[in-house]
């Protein structure tokens, strides 16, 4: 087994007196892409929030490469990890450019200029999700779609070796789906490990290396989706009646949905 | 391309600003030349040496000189303070008193009139009038603040509360006040320059240098948090010590304003508007040019509120308004065409 990236023991979460998470524990390899599944308001975003550090935990502990969250300093967990979040909210009109220039914030110190490495990291960033010709639009007059590219571009100028992305792929057309898929297998490649919450199940148990669904804050499978997706699994998640089917051209399992179970 | 821009923009504003120093000083109950004036000014410094008339030098020197700069100063915090609300609260509406400080702080100015303190010294009133801004900081904040958590939200709300609560008060003791106190409320309540001298500068000068430094070495922070808390944290900055050390600075150097010259409004709400849409959000330009925008503007309205009804004054919150608001609707008209044609 590889390295670990992510290490979970006992995670408890609570939001309002209502618990989220309890008691839970995995383990990410490094390297590895999985894709968090399952149904509106079962934790996915709360988990991944969880693990960057966003959220406070209540109790256990996150490790990233055997460093606990808890001794690391913020802008230590910032340069290890970063969170793509599904939904953006920005009214200022900030450039494309200068947006993805943010991402290298945990690297410097506060009196520190902007060095070669910056910049290149940020063209970087730019040229590899496809947008340095809007580098010099205002983010606010983009399109869904656009921005997520943007805050995409902005989560890999952060250079982190752990990417967790919420929905990377929600606004997104098909051309696009394509093109952030493949973005995302290279930095696997790169050996950085992701994670995302993804709600299309056909392309989420394609594209990944492992797949965890997550129903009401407890895992119903974490495995390879060849394993991990049945109809059981399915109707367990989702609450819905589903027939699985090889695909004749590439040979992989697809989902399709039937009925609700009642 | 902006970028490049930016230092020759930044100094040109500062001439102009300097510039209008020079005129701001020259004109006034008595006008003096332009270029006696720029004598007068180079004479003080070293290499420099002119025969100048001793009653310019008087006007100059220990009139209008200390009031220009005053006025440069307050303004420039008021812009700079404005900047940092709108940042933090990522509300265009927001202005430096949005929390209740500058309502606190003319209470106070106000009780130091009604039990008639000012007569005692003309210090009590500026005294009482910064006790008074950091007692609402104070209340504001705890209020808001729960498991060492501070909501944004609520703090906008208790804000608004608690300075509708002590305007009120206000009102109460201007009830009971007498004619001559109302004719000294209500002047300083409009906000006013008159009678600045250099103790004022002294008062002004180190929390104006100390307050601005610690805001513009979290220039980046201030960038990032426009983003949204969880972007901010993302990135990994100590949200929570970030804003508390932000509003704290900003509020302060607010109540110092207010308590010296009043409540002048509408500097804080719209000069960091004005730069935003000429330069762009980017604070790392934003601080500096909001700075020299908001100290030139104060001194401009200074200027024209002592000149339209010669020898008397208008209250620089009419001026204020009546320069900025058209300037203003200018600048998004200008806008919104120039996003038309992108």
Request: aromatic content about 10%; glycine content about 6%.
């Amino acid at each position: 087994m590889n390295e670990a990236a992510l290490e979970i023991q006992s995670l408890t979460f609570h939001r309002n007196a209502r618990t989220i998470f309890n008691n839970l524990s995995f383990t990410v390899e490094k390297g590895k892409f999985i894709a968090l599944i399952g149904p509106n308001g079962t934790g996915k975003s709360t988990l991944l929030k969880c693990l960057a550090g966003i959220n406070r935990i209540d109790s256990g502990d996150i490790k990233i490469f055997n460093r606990s969250l808890r001794q690391l300093k913020p802008l230590e967990i910032a340069k290890r990890i970063t969170y793509m979040p599904q939904t953006t909210t920005l009214e200022t009109n900030f450039t494309v450019q200068q947006v993805v220039e943010m991402g290298r914030y945990p690297h410097k110190k506060r009196f520190s200029r902007w060095m070669k490495t910056d910049q290149l990291a940020v063209k970087k960033a730019l040229e590899q999700v496809g947008i340095s010709h809007l580098k010099h639009r205002f983010v606010p007059s983009l399109s869904g779609g656009e921005r997520q590219l943007v805050y995409l571009a902005k989560a890999i100028a952060q250079e982190t070796d752990i990417l967790l992305l919420d929905e990377p792929t929600s606004d997104l057309d098909i051309y696009y789906q394509v093109i952030v898929t493949d973005i995302l297998h290279s930095l696997v490649q790169e050996g950085k490990t992701v994670i995302a919450a993804i709600h299309d199940i056909n392309l989420a148990t394609r594209i990944c290396d492992q797949c965890i669904f997550l129903k009401d804050g407890k895992f119903v499978a974490y495995n390879a989706p060849s394993d991990a997706l049945n109809t059981e699994n399915i109707a367990k998640t989702f609450q819905v009646k589903s027939i699985i089917y090889q695909e004749p051209l590439t040979k992989k399992k697809q989902m399709m949905p039937v009925d609700v179970l009642t | 391309m902006k970028q490049l821009k930016m230092p020759v923009f930044f100094i040109a504003s500062f001439i102009l600003f300097l510039f209008s120093i020079v005129i701001a000083t020259s004109f006034g109950g008595v006008t003096i030349p332009f270029f006696e004036t720029v004598q007068v000014f180079l004479a003080k410094l070293p290499f420099f040496y002119y025969e100048t008339d001793s009653t310019f030098e008087q006007i100059l020197l220990y009139i209008r000189l200390p009031r220009v700069i005053v006025a440069s100063i307050v303004g420039a915090s008021l812009a700079v303070c404005g900047v940092v609300m709108q940042s933090l609260f990522r509300n265009p509406m927001a202005e430096p008193g949005i929390i209740g400080i500058s309502s606190g702080g003319s209470l106070g100015g106000v009780i130091a009139i009604y039990f008639g303190l000012s007569h005692i010294s003309t210090f009590f009133v500026p005294v009482f009038g910064f006790l008074g801004a950091l007692l609402t900081l104070l209340l504001v904040y705890i209020i808001s603040t729960s498991n060492g958590k501070t909501s944004m939200l609520t703090l906008l709300l208790t804000g608004v509360a608690i300075s509708s609560f002590i305007s009120a008060c206000s009102s109460l003791i201007i009830t009971y006040a007498s004619y001559g106190q109302l004719q000294q409320i209500l002047y300083w309540l409009m906000g006013n320059l008159n009678g600045r001298d250099w103790d004022d500068v002294k008062l002004l000068i180190l929390p104006f240098i100390l307050c601005n430094i610690l805001i513009f070495s979290y220039r980046k922070q201030l960038d990032i948090l426009l983003l949204g808390e969880e972007e901010a944290k993302n990135l990994g900055i100590h949200v929570q010590r970030t804003r508390t050390i932000l509003l704290i600075s900003a509020s302060l150097l607010t109540g110092v304003c207010v308590s010296l010259t009043g409540v002048i409004g509408f500097v804080g709400l719209i000069v960091p508007h004005m730069i935003r849409l000429l330069i762009g959000p980017t604070h790392r330009y934003l601080i500096p040019t909001s700075l020299i925008g908001g100290a030139l503007f104060l001194t401009l309205a200074d200027l024209i509120a002592r000149l339209v009804i010669r020898p008397a004054e208008i209250q620089i919150g009419i001026i204020t308004a009546f320069l900025g608001a058209p300037y203003f609707i200018f600048l998004i008209l200008r806008q919104k065409k120039m996003e038309g044609l992108l």
